[in-house]
């Protein structure tokens, strides 16, 4: 059977049609437009779906099921979206409305969740039966697999790693508490401490390589002066893979997963990052003698989303 | 069907037959003496087992399994508890010599997980899906329940929540690293930032209280003068609320179980303790408009032992 992903962003819109293995048979996107709200972008949701189904060569009758993965959580008792902030939604529902337009079984789940689902379907996580995927990007977002299912809690407030507690009194975080292990393991905390050290050091290398101007400061920027050797940059770098690797060893802790992967911006950064945080890793576990999660760089980037939202379905049925 | 649950301890062996709902219907205990060794100790657990189902009537034949809840953790696949520090027990094969010392199936697991267990049966989280029960005591200590069943994880070495790091680069603790959550919210923490706050002040009433002898600060001293309104006592039992709160607050973002139910010494506070934490979790819980776990204190005190462990076996059957 197939299933339409639907990776639902606030700038684009992406659909695709997906075969049971995780494969991509179609896609098309088109972007979001926020500000018209949110009748008009689930309109477009579903149209696109229609138009992937068409242009692919396929029926609606082939297709089991529609799964949309949002910026956000959606309460699957109700299948209305509390709050979206990226959407600027606001008790929407989702599930109701997207039926309207298309009569299928509606899926919705958070954005980091369905990739995580992705890499356990088809990624790096594939066969395996625990995995936690983490993106590291502007924040830190996760997706928690446990006996091959996504794992949601009892009231689908699960799996919000990015704001466990690491660094209690430390960095105020969006959330209005302090030391979230996304104000330290995010690509902003990188850009963040490179330009408070270029704030007390302005003639170190980071500084110049932007010039003064402290905005132009990147995460990219800070890692690739520590890959060409630079010891501000070095020291910058290893302090956020401890940091990475302290909520690492937390997710060992809790979930001890087969496989823990890493995706979003800042892993790209590749062996780099992984060679850093395995060195970090053994004198951190706590059983130091039992085998424990490996950690990978995840593999689908940009067509998780869509996989995995047409998984959502796929591990229904 | 009944089944007999052991509670193995440092100093004492707890043997119980437990019917199917968790009562206890006859129980017994010896002196561990844990420096005869290993054989020694498993040949008293099995008389004592034996005889708890003779003198309360009953058979051997009624008897389902044998469940023992061990301070340390056995490796699942082969039976065999690598090691543990309060036993001095070190790769001993225990499922194999119990079970020739009688011949029923016997299962183990860690101690906090087979109360838990109990307290998830029989306690305070009877009738809940999923819950996480969390010893405060010397150390911190982790039973996960998630849909009904003990959490283990994929090596086994999940749900050591006393190790999660809250305070990175804080405190050293036993385990080798610094800031791990046991380091805030054990007894011993309320004790060592008791005998800390004297040394900085050695005419505060909780110095006072023990006559200048600071190795007689109890948790209790503390606890009992915060209670009283001691302005000391209390900005030390509001520090170490936070950081109870900090791994409460993780434990929700990770599990999201239904019920968090708190045990060991340091839960005999009672309500005194469930009001600080009530009034910290509202503000720093992620989705501050969704339900969440409900904080309970822990009900089976010292049979969750017994309880539990007969438990590991009917859970299995």
Same mark, same amino acid.
């Given at each position: 059977?197939?299933?339409?992903?639907?990776?639902?962003?606030?700038?684009?819109?992406?659909?695709?049609?997906?075969?049971?293995?995780?494969?991509?048979?179609?896609?098309?996107?088109?972007?979001?437009?926020?500000?018209?709200?949110?009748?008009?972008?689930?309109?477009?949701?579903?149209?696109?779906?229609?138009? =992937?189904? +068409?242009? *692919?060569?396929?029926?609606?009758?082939?297709?089991?099921?529609? @799964?949309? $993965?949002?910026?956000? &959580?959606? %309460?699957?008792?109700?299948?209305?979206?509390?709050?979206?902030?990226?959407?600027?939604?606001?008790?929407?529902?989702?599930?109701?409305?997207?039926?309207?337009?298309?009569?299928?079984?509606?899926?919705?789940?958070?954005?980091?969740?369905?990739?995580?689902?992705?890499?356990?379907?088809?990624? =790096?996580? +594939?066969? *395996?039966?625990?995995?936690?995927?983490?993106?590291?990007?502007? @924040?830190? $977002?996760?997706?928690? &697999?446990? %006996?091959?299912?996504?794992?949601?809690?009892?009231?689908?407030?699960?799996?919000?790693?990015?704001?466990?507690?690491?660094?209690?009194?430390?960095?105020?975080?969006?959330?209005?508490?302090?030391?979230?292990?996304?104000?330290?393991?995010?690509?902003?905390?990188?850009?963040?401490?490179?330009?408070?050290?270029?704030?007390?050091?302005?003639?170190?290398?980071?500084?110049?390589?932007? @010039?003064?101007?402290?905005?132009? &400061?990147?995460?990219?920027?800070?890692?690739?002066?520590?890959?060409?050797?630079?010891?501000?940059?070095?020291?910058?770098?290893?302090?956020?893979?401890?940091?990475?690797?302290?909520?690492?060893?937390?997710?060992?802790?809790?979930?001890?997963?087969?496989?823990?992967?890493?995706?979003?911006?800042?892993?790209?950064?590749?062996?780099?990052?992984?060679?850093?945080?395995?060195?970090?890793?053994?004198?951190?576990?706590?059983?130091?003698?039992?085998?424990?999660?490996?950690?990978?760089?995840?593999?689908?980037?940009?067509?998780?989303?869509?996989?995995?939202?047409?998984?959502?379905?796929?591990?229904?049925?």
């Amino acid at each position: 059977m197939l299933n339409i992903g639907i990776d639902l962003g606030g700038t684009g819109i992406k659909a695709g049609l997906v075969d049971e293995r995780g494969n991509i048979l179609y896609k098309l996107s088109c972007p979001t437009l926020v500000e018209r709200g949110h009748e008009a972008v689930i309109h477009d949701m579903a149209q696109l779906s229609l138009r =992937v189904i +068409a242009e *692919s060569g396929h029926d609606l009758s082939e297709v089991s099921s529609i @799964g949309i $993965g949002i910026p956000g &959580i959606m %309460d699957q008792a109700t299948g209305v979206v509390p709050f979206c902030t990226n959407l600027a939604w606001h008790n929407v529902p989702l599930v109701k409305l997207m039926q309207q337009e298309i009569d299928k079984p509606v899926y919705v789940n958070n954005d980091a969740t369905v990739a995580g689902l992705a890499e356990s379907v088809a990624g =790096v996580s +594939a066969g *395996s039966r625990s995995s936690v995927f983490v993106t590291l990007g502007t @924040g830190v $977002g996760g997706g928690v &697999i446990l %006996d091959g299912k996504v794992f949601m809690g009892e009231h689908g407030v699960a799996t919000e790693i990015g704001h466990m507690i690491t660094v209690a009194g430390g960095e105020l975080c969006t959330c209005g508490n302090r030391g979230c292990w996304e104000r330290y393991a995010s690509a902003t905390a990188i850009i963040r401490e490179g330009r408070r050290f270029c704030e007390a050091h302005p003639d170190c290398p980071l500084a110049r390589e932007v @010039g003064g101007d402290l905005s132009k &400061i990147e995460a990219r920027t800070v890692i690739d002066l520590a890959k060409a050797g630079d010891p501000d940059c070095v020291s910058l770098f290893d302090n956020y893979c401890y940091h990475l690797t302290v909520g690492i060893v937390n997710l060992i802790n809790m979930y001890d997963p087969e496989i823990i992967a890493l995706g979003g911006g800042v892993s790209k950064t590749g062996q780099f990052l992984l060679d850093k945080v395995n060195a970090l890793l053994p004198e951190m576990i706590f059983f130091k003698d039992m085998p424990h999660a490996r950690i990978e760089l995840a593999r689908l980037s940009n067509d998780a989303g869509i996989i995995g939202a047409a998984m959502l379905g796929a591990q229904e049925g």
